[in-house]
């Protein structure tokens, strides 16, 4: 295992300006109205359309243009992103806005880098394909969980070729994140339990992770600390601002960890399960996440066990038996917050293992990442156990 020396040299991108708390909404509107910005284009999904509208009103009086785009689904599309464009194009923003989950911060990313000439989209998808972006972007995460509002990464659904694909580039990591967490108060349940998940899954897996960094370690593990302690307060009792907060915070965390460092096999494994049977991405994460971890334990015993540590668990007399009390943990907290246990569950046909293994070995980016090497044969045992 390679990683975490605090010699290997790395490199953040960042937003300019990250503001996070209660009550940072209306700072923002403030903000925003005494800005340099003029022609503001603001996208948004419809259960988010209100508080986009709410940004509109409060620009009027001060003279700026604003439209609102809220035809964003849950899995956008490149058509999406080709619809959307066509009305950024037609009214020239100098400011690019998000409000939403992440479906809706991704595309806006999209927006922001592609607007002028949106046919691009086909070339960019990959690593490092954008060589600028010259409109201003702003992401206000309305869920706490893909961390889009910080990361580099946006991702579409290929319809042709019915394949999720991303386009990773540090122009699209955003001007400025605005993250309030009263606006994730009245996020249903299931949708905080699925997306608080994926965050930390994303923590886990940055900690954990061949090219890990103790500069990036620092926000993972207090990212597992702070979802951990709180997903199950706050999807129990969504109203719980202390317990959002703590989330939202853990969120933001692992959004972070995904430029410099990113995930791993959790990801690639549950990359097919969205793509051909339209799992939710932080459900496919949730149900693969122990077995995965299981499988990694021998390579990362002890990060997996500062893992465990960081969610409370008791010390054990080995790394490897507090490792798989952490393990224990996290099997608890999908029950608890009312995830689906198994692939089975998700009605996924067992048929379709050797298919999905298949697609996950093209997952190299992120394959490759994983503390241990994962062959064919290793992600048909991990989907085999899944179903258990
Ligand atoms: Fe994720």
């Given at each position: 295992m390679t990683g975490s020396s605090v010699q290997s040299p790395i490199t953040v991108h960042l937003p300019h300006r990250i503001a996070f708390g209660v009550g940072t909404f209306g700072r923002l509107q403030e903000s925003l109205s005494i800005s340099r910005f003029q022609k503001i284009f603001i996208l948004s999904a419809p259960a988010t359309r209100e508080a986009a509208q709410q940004i509109a009103d409060q620009l009027r009086p001060s003279g700026k243009t604003s439209i609102i785009w809220s035809d964003i689904t849950t899995e956008p599309s490149i058509t999406t992103f080709l619809t959307a464009a066509r009305v950024a194009t037609d009214f020239s923003p100098d400011c690019v806005i998000g409000i939403g989950g992440g479906s809706v911060l991704d595309v806006a990313k999209l927006i922001a880098a592609l607007w002028t000439d949106p046919a691009r989209i086909h070339d960019v998808f990959g690593i490092e394909k954008l060589d600028r972006r010259s409109t201003h972007l702003i992401c206000i995460p309305?869920?706490?969980?893909?961390?889009?509002?910080?990361?580099?990464?946006?991702?579409?659904?290929?319809?042709?070729?019915?394949l999720k694909k991303g386009v990773i580039s540090q122009w699209l990591v955003p001007d400025e994140a605005w993250c309030d967490p009263t606006l994730t108060l009245t996020v249903p349940s299931a949708f905080t339990a699925?997306?608080?998940?994926?965050?930390?899954?994303?923590?886990?897996?940055?900690?954990?992770?061949?090219?890990?960094?103790?500069?990036?370690?620092?926000?993972?593990?207090?990212?597992?600390?702070?979802?951990?302690?709180?997903?199950?307060?706050?999807?129990?009792?969504?109203?719980?601002?202390?317990?959002?907060?703590?989330?939202?915070?853990?969120?933001?965390?692992?959004?972070?960890?995904?430029?410099?460092?990113?995930?791993?096999?959790?990801?690639?494994?549950?990359?097919?399960?969205?793509?051909?049977?339209?799992?939710?991405?932080?459900?496919?994460?949730?149900?693969?996440?122990?077995?995965?971890?299981?499988?990694?334990?021998?390579?990362?015993?002890?990060?997996?066990?500062?893992?465990?540590?960081?969610?409370?668990?008791?010390?054990?007399?080995?790394?490897?038996?507090?490792?798989?009390?952490?393990?224990?943990?996290?099997?608890?907290?999908?029950?608890?917050?009312?995830?689906?246990?198994?692939?089975?569950?998700?009605?996924?046909?067992?048929?379709?293992?050797?298919?999905?293994?298949s697609a996950a070995m093209k997952v190299t980016r992120l394959l490759e990442r994983n503390p241990r090497p994962v062959t064919y044969e290793d992600a048909v045992h991990i989907y085999q156990q899944a179903f258990l």
């Open positions: 309305t869920t706490a969980g893909t961390g889009s509002e910080v990361s580099p990464n946006a991702i579409l659904l290929d319809e042709q070729e019915n699925a997306v608080g998940m994926d965050a930390l899954v994303h923590c886990i897996e940055a900690y954990a992770n061949r090219f890990s960094h103790p500069m990036v370690d620092a926000w993972a593990i207090e990212g597992v600390r702070l979802i951990s302690s709180s997903l199950k307060q706050a999807v129990l009792h969504g109203r719980d601002l202390e317990s959002r907060s703590r989330v939202m915070l853990g969120a933001l965390y692992g959004g972070m960890c995904l430029g410099p460092v990113n995930t791993g096999a959790v990801h690639a494994l549950a990359y097919p399960l969205g793509s051909e049977f339209k799992v939710a991405h932080g459900v496919s994460n949730s149900v693969l996440l122990t077995h995965v971890m299981r499988f990694n334990l021998p390579s990362v015993e002890k990060k997996y066990a500062d893992i465990a540590l960081a969610m409370g668990v008791t010390a054990q007399k080995t790394e490897r038996l507090t490792a798989e009390q952490g393990l224990e943990f996290l099997s608890n907290l999908s029950r608890e917050i009312g995830i689906p246990q198994s692939l089975s569950a998700l009605e996924v046909p067992q048929d379709a293992i050797p298919r999905m293994a």
